[in-house]
């Protein structure tokens, strides 16, 4: 009885294994978070509107596998909690900010574990890769299914801009898709500036077929996070400039879990890799003054800067194309 227990353990190990590695099917619409014509209800805020149906935004989103106790390398593709958090996490707080960009796209995906970044040598990096490879197989499928012929913004956070820096280089730099590309933003990792071959850092809030790229600290740096971003690509995510300060009255507003927008809140400052703003100005201040740096709020802390801004380089692409 002791050896059957051990051939099915082994047994069950190894599919376990298998279906860890087998990339995600994206014909299957149950695979996407978002999908134009199918958008939550958590999309869709009050201060989102669709303006482009000629653009699309391709979106991937940060690491929700943070648990130090989970054994798990990657999250599998139908977890329910990872979905939950995806749909009313990254997507109302994140995803949201390109909506008025273009028709969105935001694919489930077998994302590795946070500790992957720390471990490459020890499993980290194949569960980096597995998820990847779901990010490239999302993305070769929206190519032949969804995006006939329209201009592309790409858009994440944290590990989804690791794979969306990725898809950049794999898919764009020195391609023909580069034509297709409007702006690319990646801000939350560390983007070194001789990346990209024939893709430029936009240093132009207007500048299109480029990327920006930003991480966000308190005065006071978190210097254990700070050496991943130190000497890397960075512009000002308020003046899309390198701009050493913006002032909260030209900061355009703070999107907060609670739904509501909090405008002028930030004074925003330039560093070597980085952005440091101090405490935002709102009602639950103190909130800010228990985190070591704002990474989690890169995208929402500027979310209607994201907004117009990307709007804008819409404009302009359209009108370059006419």
């Known amino acids: ?22 990339v995600t099917d ?31 935004v391709f979106y991937v989103y940060p690491t929700f596998l943070l648990d130090g ?22 997507v109302p707080l994140q995803a949201s900010a390109w909506c008025s960009a273009g028709n969105l796209y ?6 590795a574990h946070i500790r992957s970044y720390y ?22 499928y929206y190519l032949a299914n969804y995006n006939h012929g329209k201009g592309i ?28 590309l409007i702006a690319a933003y990646i801000p939350g990792i560390g983007i070194d500036t ?3 071959s024939t893709i430029s850092l936009m240093t132009n809030k207007e500048e299109i077929g480029g990327y920006v790229t930003w991480n966000t600290f308190r005065k006071k740096f978190d210097m254990r996070q700070y050496k991943w971003y130190k000497g890397k690509a960075v512009i000002n995510p308020v003046t899309w400039d390198k701009s050493p300060m913006a002032t909260s009255k030209q900061h355009l507003g703070f999107l907060f879990s609670n739904g509501k927008m ?45 907004r117009v801004n990307s709007v804008l380089r819409v404009k302009k692409y359209l009108e370059a194309k006419h």
């Open 1 to 22: 009885m002791n050896h059957l227990r051990a051939i099915l353990f082994c047994l069950i190990s190894f599919v376990s294994a298998y279906a860890q590695t087998k």
């Open 26 to 56: 994206y014909s299957n619409s149950g695979n996407w978070a978002v999908l134009p014509g199918a958008y939550p209800k958590s999309l869709l805020t009050e201060f989102s509107d669709i303006q482009s149906e000629d653009v699309d």
């Open 69 to 90: 106790k989970d054994p798990r390398w990657n999250y599998p593709i139908n977890d329910s909690i990872h979905r939950t958090k995806v749909t009313e996490t990254a």
């Open 106 to 111: 935001v694919p489930f995906y077998q994302q």
């Open 119 to 140: 471990t490459l040598d020890s499993g980290g990096y194949d569960a980096l890769m597995l998820a990847y490879k779901d990010v490239c197989a999302a993305f070769e």
């Open 153 to 180: 913004i790409l858009a994440g956070h944290s590990q989804g801009s690791t794979h969306i820096s990725m898809l950049l280089k794999d898919y764009f730099d020195g391609k023909e898709l580069q034509n297709k």
């Open 194 to 196: 001789t990346m990209y």
């Open 262 to 306: 909090y405008r002028h809140s930030v004074t925003t400052h330039l560093a070597d890799g980085v952005i440091w703003i101090n405490p935002p100005k709102f009602p639950y201040r103190y909130l800010a003054f228990t985190m070591k740096n704002y990474h989690a709020g890169d995208v929402n802390l500027f979310w209607e800067d994201i």
